[in-house]
């Protein structure tokens, strides 16, 4: 779940955002929608524990941030939460299965044998464990990088423009995986995104529309 | 997967970077290492010949040849002296003991020195095999010597005129080996030992028309080098002046004559140890340009790492690690390769039988080696992993 109070954020000699309350159950689906600098990014970050809110609180999948230590923040965020950025960052210095087990690491969790393997059958993509991130189609390394995003089987997965630069039909099966891998995890999904395509996808998603007024010092909820 | 283990990965996903930035530490840290063992060495080989003698008598000439002639057998003599004269000093009261050296043949390259069993004890010379001459033409092989030219008890060789060989053979004088002496790392493993009538019989012979001119030539016997102990360490302000001034000879303080010595390759040793700082500057600047250049590549990457939970100080230790990592292989190879240029110049010197210098020794200060590996390292390394430590993980939420 996700329940935000009164968040506002300052930035150092820049705006102040402040967000409207929200109220997303566990292992519901929520889009978080909005014009480039609206504040989409922001919100992700603060839901993420990154940045520390000026005011207000967060409590994600059932744990209340400002609870938390820095170091403590991290940590959660190692163990409880997914993150699938646009770009997918899987490092050329390692291979697939490395890089999958680069969230036990930053996490500093132990490695369980056969997990990297179960999540990359699970996303069909078990036999490229061995090669490099060049090594694979676009296609491939979207499904790397989201086998990465459940490992640790979050309680919530935040997708920063997941579709951006796909084909629909590609964007769709991307969408589709997603909503199964957090169905799986019995995660809450949240997705930041402006791609109309990703609403007509998951028509049963919430939708959390962030307006133009952010940069001026206010979001609206739609 | 170990901090450690992930950022020798990170290290070589660059190779060729990774192999200039390592090259360049290695070749400083071998420089340095370098020049410590052969510092340690020269002073350990000047220190070893020169126990025990206060002085050293020769022909006028130059103070530094005459020691470098008559102590480490690296140089030519200025001429000979006169075995009256030298007798003379012996009778002094200030000289303990007198060790006569007479110089002028080779055989293969390793001098033939004449002198007494005085020379042996002064140098608490063993046997490895036979045992010292009992007459002339007889000799002992320094243990150097003997395994080079495989020559052993009993054998037999002709010395030839000259000290760096190629001169002519004196045929008709063959010397006959009686011992050859166990190793003592100074300077007399690579000397052949005669008694010095052997000498003067050599050259007398081959120099005497008839037996008049040889008694001429018995009367006006000569010696090339007098080493003297004194009686007293008050003798080193007054009798060097007294050679100088009243008799035909020069005498030349062993100790005075190798601080200038060591002065002058010391500055050799500076400039290769600057060359070595500057190399290491170099690759401190490499590195850091590396790593800089790692962290501006991988910026989303270790941002990506935060995302997934990691602190910013474990994001930090991967950039330290990975420094570290350049610091420990260039100290290895950096040893590796000083000791083995050591070697190489010890074996470069023996080829021509000068000091004696070896890849195996190990000095104490050696341990800095590794140290200002890390130093440097970390130095280099220190504003990337500030850097990567503020990674800020809003610019993988940016990142289209």
């Known amino acids: 779940m996700v329940e935000t109070r009164g968040l506002r954020y300052q930035y150092p000699g820049g705006p102040a955002l402040s967000f409207d309350d929200l109220d997303v159950p566990q292992g519901a689906t929520l889009l978080l929608q909005g014009v480039s600098g609206a504040g989409k990014s922001t919100w992700l970050a603060l839901a993420a524990g ?3 809110p000026s005011a207000g609180e967060a409590v994600i999948a059932g744990q209340r941030l400002s609870a938390l230590s820095r170091a403590a923040r991290d940590a959660w965020r190692g163990r409880h939460l997914g993150f699938l950025p646009q770009k997918l960052h899987l490092s050329e210095a390692l291979t697939v299965e490395r890089n999958m087990a680069l969230a036990f690491y930053a996490a500093g969790v132990p490695e369980i044998r056969g997990t990297v393997q179960t999540a990359l059958n699970l996303l069909g993509v078990g036999e490229l464990a061995g090669r490099r991130p060049s090594q694979l189609s676009g296609g491939q390394a979207q499904r790397v990088a989201l086998a990465r995003t ?3 089987e979050p309680r919530i997965i935040l997708a920063d423009e997941p579709t951006a630069s796909l084909d629909d039909e590609a964007a769709l099966t991307g969408l589709k995986l997603l909503e199964n891998c957090a169905f799986q995890c019995s995660a809450t999904l949240v997705i930041a995104t402006h791609d109309r395509r990703v609403q007509e996808a998951l028509p049963a998603a919430m939708v959390y529309r962030i307006g133009h007024r952010a940069a001026q010092g206010s979001v609206a909820a739609a | 997967m ?3 283990a992930l950022a020798f990965r990170y290290l070589w996903s660059r190779p060729l970077q ?16 370098f020049v410590l063992l052969a510092s340690e060495q020269i002073d350990r ?3 070893r010949d020169l126990a025990g003698i206060d002085l050293v008598v020769g022909a006028k000439g130059s103070p530094m040849q005459l020691i470098l002639a008559g102590v480490f057998h690296i140089d030519v003599p200025p001429g000979n002296i006169s075995l009256a004269d030298v007798e003379e000093l012996r009778r002094q009261p200030q000289v303990a003991k007198l060790i006569p050296l007479s110089l002028g043949d080779a055989f293969r390259g390793f001098r033939i020195v004449g002198t007494n069993a005085d020379y042996l004890s002064h140098y608490r010379m063993a046997f490895a095999q036979g045992q010292p001459w009992a007459q002339s033409m007889e000799a002992v092989l320094g243990a150097q010597a003997a395994q080079a030219t495989a020559m052993k008890t009993g054998d037999s060789f002709i010395g030839s005129h000259g000290l760096g060989g190629g001169g002519h053979g004196h045929g008709e004088h063959p010397y006959k080996i009686t011992g050859v002496l166990a ?3 100074c300077v007399v493993d690579r000397l052949i030992l005669t008694p010095t009538e052997s000498v003067w019989q050599v050259h007398e012979k081959a120099m005497a028309v008839d037996d008049e001119d040889r008694k001429a030539l018995e009367a006006e016997r000569e010696i090339t080098i007098a080493l003297i102990t004194y009686n007293s360490p008050l003798a080193a302000v007054t009798f060097p002046r007294y050679v100088n001034s009243r008799t035909d000879m020069q005498a030349a303080a062993p100790a005075v004559e190798v601080s200038r010595l060591l002065r002058m390759l010391g500055v050799g040793s500076e400039v290769l140890r600057g060359v070595g700082a500057v190399l290491l500057l170099t690759a401190a600047l490499s590195v850091f340009v590396a790593l800089w250049n790692a962290v501006r590549e991988r910026r989303a990457d270790l941002a990506m790492l935060r995302m997934l939970g990691a602190t910013p100080a474990k994001v930090a230790a991967l950039l330290v690690c990975e420094a570290l990592w350049l610091a420990v292989l260039a100290s290895v190879l950096g040893l590796a390769a000083g000791h083995g240029l050591t070697a190489l110049v010890g074996w470069l010197l023996e080829g021509q039988r000068s000091l004696p210098m070896s890849g195996r020794l190990w000095v104490p200060a050696e341990a800095w080696i590794p140290a200002a590996a890390v130093g440097v390292a970390a130095l280099a390394a220190l504003i990337p992993t500030v850097s990567a430590y503020r990674v800020d993980v809003a610019h993988l939420l940016n990142t289209r």
């Open chain 1, 50 to 52: 990154l940045l520390t």
């Open chain 2, 2 to 4: 170990k901090t450690i």
């Open chain 2, 183 to 185: 190793p003592c790392g």
């Open chain 2, 18 to 33: 990774a192999l200039l930035n390592l090259l360049l530490l290695t070749l400083g840290l071998a420089s340095i290492t």
């Open chain 2, 45 to 47: 080989a000047f220190q």
């Open chain 1, 150 to 152: 459940i490992l640790m």
